[in-house]
């Protein structure tokens, strides 16, 4: 059974920093892009971060460039958001994504939902002003 199990998330102040863990299991991951949503409340899933799996590519939202780095260890199949410099803004669940083997989907289309086939339970990330 593939699972993907988020951590790391907490309550920090604005200012502060976080970085979550998203461990697979299941089947080896080194092969599937990697990509990180979120959804504060009362709004719609949103795009966070993505890596691709063969040249290890990675895109960023504009909300949170220059502030979070998507990165992955492909030996602990395990997929990491370092978020630095946090806003209340960036209050919502986080949930960690993953598309099926060796996806060849552009660049762009990593940016929706849709391209993702497997997804962790989300992890609150709290920021206080």
């Known amino acids: 059974q593939v699972r993907l199990v988020e951590s790391g998330g907490g309550l920090v102040q604005a200012g502060g920093s976080l970085r979550l863990s998203c461990a697979a299991s299941g089947r080896t991951f080194s092969s599937s892009a990697m990509g990180w949503f979120r959804q504060a409340p009362g709004k719609e899933r949103e795009f966070v971060s993505s890596?691709?799996?063969?040249?290890?590519?990675?895109y960023y939202a504009d909300s949170v460039k220059g502030r979070f780095t998507i990165s992955r260890d492909n030996a602990k199949n395990t997929v990491y958001l370092q978020m630095n410099s946090l806003k209340p803004e960036d209050t919502a669940v986080y949930y960690c994504?993953?598309?099926?083997?060796?996806?060849?989907?552009?660049?762009?289309?990593?940016?929706?939902?849709?391209?993702?086939?497997?997804w962790g339970q989300g992890t609150q990330v709290t920021v206080s002003s």
């Open positions: 994504a993953a598309t099926a083997p060796y996806y060849r989907g552009s660049s762009g289309t990593l940016r929706g939902a849709v391209a993702y086939d497997y």
């Open positions: 890596m691709t799996w063969s040249a290890g590519r990675t």
